[in-house]
């Protein structure tokens, strides 16, 4: 059974691997991923880059392609595991998202809120969702500028973000204890299946994990209720990989750094980094790397951007700008340096939280379009944060599709086009993985056999 992810950003596929990530979703798309062998099926939203209206419009277009789609293979929506892949500090329009998939694609018995991505050490217990053990909403994420939250408690995060409609009280709990019970213990693992056999009108449900086997047991109990039973899945990254059962990756890093671009004289070119993400662990990374003698920091000036694009005819200064920085670009690379494009890191701020999002956008489509234009000179490239990787695959390198490959570091995947146009890899980083040396990290990776 092949499952469908709507992700809210191009990272969710962080603990999986050789699978379609789709950019469009137009019906040849469409085909091509649903004839390729993998079980996983990625439709990159971005819906965590919008604001509501916008991210309900694009929600409900991509599942009006679906369906037509279905209709015209003769393929059954019953056939087919459905999941809203979401932030596991939970940013994002979580409770949103899943409504909508609801009213397009259900009726469902279930939701199932699963935000655990242990491998970057996000984990829930009795209910509230902890990040390297601290609850969530104490950390900075909590306190995001757009998508903030006041408690950690998951059910009363789903009453917080569903202003009301969902009640705490209303919400089913399934416990760690309860998972280690169905794992060590069959009598145990029935009760879990006769639990959720009984799920009716759509109940919300969240779910404990600490450990792998936590989701790796629901998800072979869920496996068997399916004949009789529709779900649909609000998750992180790692309930993915425990639903999908994947083997291990064939690949191991060493494999997937050999996929750099080479020259003519087969030799790897340079790597370029992008640092689009503001969050506080984005910039204390970039801080890190940019002591490191082999890169050279170029700074895209926001505040200049803001000027510029509140014009109402701005093409000429924008390639004035894209001019200068791609000039500058060159004179990195000319003395051996790998270039470090990154925006400015104090925060615009603006009196609408939509004039904030739109001009996120905006702004990662200059950085896109601008590295699109030079993309031929590198190797490799690494993108930190979900807005500036997703607009680079579809507005800077023009990708309908791209295929993922597998992780050089936990939760930082490496993708690449299947496209005869281009041969570059992107290695896609989250805004909210890793510590202060990650980044760094992964670019010494990337730069380990050259």
């Given at each position: 059974?092949?499952?469908?992810?709507?992700?809210?950003?191009?990272?969710?596929?962080?603990?999986?691997?050789?699978?379609?990530?789709?950019?469009?979703?137009d019906e040849q798309t469409l085909a091509k991923a649903f004839n390729q062998s993998s079980p996983l099926i990625f439709i990159l939203a971005n819906t965590r880059s919008l604001s509501s209206i916008l991210a309900e419009k694009k929600t409900r277009e991509i599942c009006s392609s679906i369906k037509k789609f279905f209709l015209k293979q003769g393929?059954?929506?019953?056939?087919?595991?459905?999941?809203?892949?979401?932030?596991?500090?939970?940013?994002?329009?979580?409770?949103?998202?899943?409504?909508?998939?609801?009213?397009?694609?259900?009726?469902?018995?279930?939701?199932?809120?699963?935000?655990?991505?242990l491998e970057g050490g996000r984990t829930t217990e009795?209910?509230?969702?902890?990040?390297?053990?601290?609850p969530v909403h104490k950390t900075d994420f909590g306190r995001d500028n757009i998508f903030g939250f006041s408690t950690s408690d998951l059910a009363k995060w789903i009453e917080e973000k569903s202003f009301g409609k969902i009640r705490s009280g209303n919400?089913?709990?399934?416990?760690?204890?309860?998972?280690?019970?169905?794992?060590?213990?069959?009598?145990?693992?029935?009760?879990?299946?006769?639990?959720?056999?009984?799920?009716?009108?759509?109940?919300?449900?969240v779910v404990d994990a600490k450990l792998p086997h936590h989701l790796e047991v629901?998800?072979?109990?869920?496996?068997?209720?399916?004949?009789?039973?529709?779900?649909?899945?609000?998750?992180?990254?790692?309930?993915?990989?425990?639903?999908?059962?994947?083997?291990?990756?064939?690949?191991?890093?060493?494999?997937?750094?050999?996929?750099?671009?080479?020259?003519n004289h087969c030799e790897y070119k340079p790597g370029l980094i992008m640092v689009g993400s503001h969050v506080k662990l984005a910039t204390d990374q970039l801080e890190v790397?940019?002591?490191?003698?082999?890169?050279?920091?170029?700074?895209?000036?926001?505040?200049?951007?803001?000027?510029?694009?509140?014009?109402?005819?701005?093409?000429?200064?924008?390639?004035?700008?894209?001019?200068?920085?791609l000039s500058k670009i060159d004179n990195i690379l000319d003395i051996k340096k790998v270039p470090v494009l990154y925006t400015t890191?104090?925060?615009?701020?603006?009196?609408?939280?939509?004039?904030?999002?739109?001009f996120g956008l905006e702004l990662a489509e200059f950085m896109a379009i601008l590295v699109g234009k030079i993309n031929n000179k590198f190797g490799y490239i690494i993108s930190k944060g979900g807005i500036t990787t997703q607009l680079l695959l579809k507005k800077g390198l023009n990708f309908n599709q791209v295929d993922l490959k597998g992780q050089i570091l936990p939760g930082l995947s490496i993708v690449t086009s299947n496209s005869d146009q281009y041969d570059l890899p992107v290695v896609t980083f989250p805004g909210n993985l890793g510590n202060e040396n990650t980044l760094l990290e992964s670019f010494r990776l990337m730069e380990s056999n050259s």
């Amino acid at each position: 059974m092949k499952i469908i992810i709507f992700d809210d950003d191009p990272t969710g596929s962080q603990t999986v691997y050789g699978c379609p990530l789709l950019l469009n979703w137009d019906e040849q798309t469409l085909a091509k991923a649903f004839n390729q062998s993998s079980p996983l099926i990625f439709i990159l939203a971005n819906t965590r880059s919008l604001s509501s209206i916008l991210a309900e419009k694009k929600t409900r277009e991509i599942c009006s392609s679906i369906k037509k789609f279905f209709l015209k293979q003769g393929y059954s929506k019953n056939d087919y595991f459905f999941i809203s892949r979401g932030d596991s500090t939970l940013r994002g329009h979580g409770v949103l998202e899943p409504t909508l998939l609801e009213e397009e694609l259900g009726p469902f018995h279930a939701t199932f809120h699963i935000p655990a991505f242990l491998e970057g050490g996000r984990t829930t217990e009795d209910g509230i969702h902890y990040l390297n053990g601290i609850p969530v909403h104490k950390t900075d994420f909590g306190r995001d500028n757009i998508f903030g939250f006041s408690t950690s408690d998951l059910a009363k995060w789903i009453e917080e973000k569903s202003f009301g409609k969902i009640r705490s009280g209303n919400i089913l709990h399934v416990e760690i204890k309860q998972l280690d019970m169905a794992f060590n213990n069959e009598d145990s693992f029935k009760f879990l299946l006769s639990f959720l056999s009984k799920l009716e009108n759509n109940v919300s449900v969240v779910v404990d994990a600490k450990l792998p086997h936590h989701l790796e047991v629901l998800a072979r109990a869920i496996k068997l209720v399916s004949k009789e039973k529709r779900f649909l899945f609000r998750t992180a990254a790692s309930f993915i990989n425990a639903l999908s059962e994947l083997p291990p990756n064939p690949l191991d890093t060493a494999d997937l750094v050999s996929l750099k671009s080479k020259n003519n004289h087969c030799e790897y070119k340079p790597g370029l980094i992008m640092v689009g993400s503001h969050v506080k662990l984005a910039t204390d990374q970039l801080e890190v790397l940019l002591k490191d003698n082999s890169c050279e920091g170029l700074e895209i000036p926001v505040s200049k951007l803001v000027d510029i694009f509140a014009l109402e005819d701005c093409k000429e200064e924008i390639l004035e700008l894209e001019e200068i920085l791609l000039s500058k670009i060159d004179n990195i690379l000319d003395i051996k340096k790998v270039p470090v494009l990154y925006t400015t890191r104090e925060e615009m701020k603006f009196y609408y939280y939509s004039k904030r999002m739109n001009f996120g956008l905006e702004l990662a489509e200059f950085m896109a379009i601008l590295v699109g234009k030079i993309n031929n000179k590198f190797g490799y490239i690494i993108s930190k944060g979900g807005i500036t990787t997703q607009l680079l695959l579809k507005k800077g390198l023009n990708f309908n599709q791209v295929d993922l490959k597998g992780q050089i570091l936990p939760g930082l995947s490496i993708v690449t086009s299947n496209s005869d146009q281009y041969d570059l890899p992107v290695v896609t980083f989250p805004g909210n993985l890793g510590n202060e040396n990650t980044l760094l990290e992964s670019f010494r990776l990337m730069e380990s056999n050259s």
